[in-house]
């Protein structure tokens, strides 16, 4: 098949484009309590425009190369071995941001919606789920996620506005007053935008000089909403108040009421479930993006059969990660770093030296 040909079947809408970052973020909403200080919104911001000017040399990356995928692309700048070990890597990180974000969703779950069902079966239920969105491929998870979009940002919309109206806003003037900024909550300001990474595999698959608009909305939007989560949290429970939660957004859910109005009694019920369909497309994307970094590694057309060979070890990791989540954070949390703030920009380096080369010649 041409590039023209491929690149016609798999595009994108530019909303797709833009939702795909947004969900593919969701499952970093839980937040990091433990590293919530006085810096946490400067950080915050800080990482989200760290991870816009990613997404903006991700895009500048593709425009200058023939390559649609991102394994293509690595093989074209770094070369078959390197590219290859890069991939790997590449697959244990989305491995374990998988496990992450469903063991921190099974938890939730089993806390505030189904206390009497065993955390094996809420695993096994969400990672079936997700693997069953991803095995027809990028078209069915593009559109799986723009069909879900709405389903899942405007009740946590409506959630955040009407937590807006119950802030004690002396609460966010420590947050105006940042203090030293330790290493540790430098890179759980990271967490937010969990599994963004997944845009390198997903960029190439659109109209290249058009992909940025597309990304940079995407991220910015995930920026957004994960900045008025933080204010909200803070502004209602508090810095030190926050910190003792181990689930802010969550107990969040419970406390917001627009008036008076019985039907917020359990209004976390609704916060579940909108917050499980996210999990389960965050993980569905993750999930396709580590299937195609190793089809990548072993010379591979097809995703599908790496589905049913990494489920039932995504299960058992996600069910160890349910009692140890530090070892698990460590790896996302690093992973998020030098895939977005060392890879892209490498990339974009030898790009922005080869296309120099082109234009002198």
């Known amino acids: ?53 990613s997404a903006a040399m991700l895009s500048y990356c593709f425009r200058h190369s023939e390559s649609l995928s991102f394994p293509n692309l690595l093989a074209e700048n770094f070369g078959g071995i390197l590219s290859r070990i890069i991939l790997a890597a590449a697959a244990i990180y989305f491995v374990a941001e998988i496990c992450g974000i469903t063991a921190r969703q099974t938890q939730m779950t089993g806390l505030f919606l189904l206390e009497k069902t065993p955390s094996q079966v809420i695993v096994a239920v969400m990672l079936t789920t997700s693997a069953f969105i991803i095995y027809s491929g990028i078209r069915q998870i593009s559109r799986t996620a723009e069909l879900l979009f709405f389903f899942i940002m405007l009740p946590l919309t409506f959630i955040l506005i009407m937590a807006l109206f119950c802030l004690d806003y002396g609460e966010l003037l420590p947050l105006l007053k940042p203090t030293r900024v330790s290493a540790a909550q430098a890179a759980g300001s990271m967490l937010p935008f969990a599994g963004v990474a997944a845009i390198a595999y997903f960029a190439g698959y ?9 990304l940079s909305a995407g991220v910015s939007m995930l920026a957004i909403y994960a900045v008025v989560v933080l204010i ?11 910190r003792h939660l181990a689930f802010p957004l969550a107990e969040l859910s419970r406390v917001v009421s627009p008036g008076n109005m019985a039907l917020t009694e359990r209004f976390d019920i609704l916060y579940m479930i909108i917050y499980t369909a996210a999990t389960i497309l965050t993980a569905g994307i993750l999930y396709y993006c580590c299937c195609i970094s190793l089809c990548g590694v072993f010379g591979l ?22 009692t140890r989540r530090e070892f698990i954070e460590n790896i996302t949390m690093w992973g998020k770093i030098i895939f977005m703030f060392v890879l892209i920009p490498l990339l974009f380096v030898i790009t922005c030296i080869k296309s120099g080369r082109r234009k002198a010649a």
């Open 301 to 322: 057309k097809s995703h599908r059969c790496f589905i049913f060979i990494l489920l039932p070890i995504i299960f058992l990791l996600a069910y160890y990660g349910l």
């Open 232 to 242: 909200c949290c803070v502004g209602i429970f508090s810095i030190g108040g926050t």
């Open 206 to 214: 659109y109209d290249k000089k058009k992909s940025i608009c597309g």
């Open 1 to 53: 098949m041409s590039q023209t040909a491929q690149k016609s079947k798999n595009v994108f809408s530019t909303w797709q484009l833009t939702v795909l970052p947004v969900i593919a973020g969701m499952g970093g909403m839980y937040f990091n309590p433990r590293e919530f200080s006085r810096s946490s919104l400067l950080l915050l911001i800080a990482a989200g425009l760290l991870t816009l000017g």
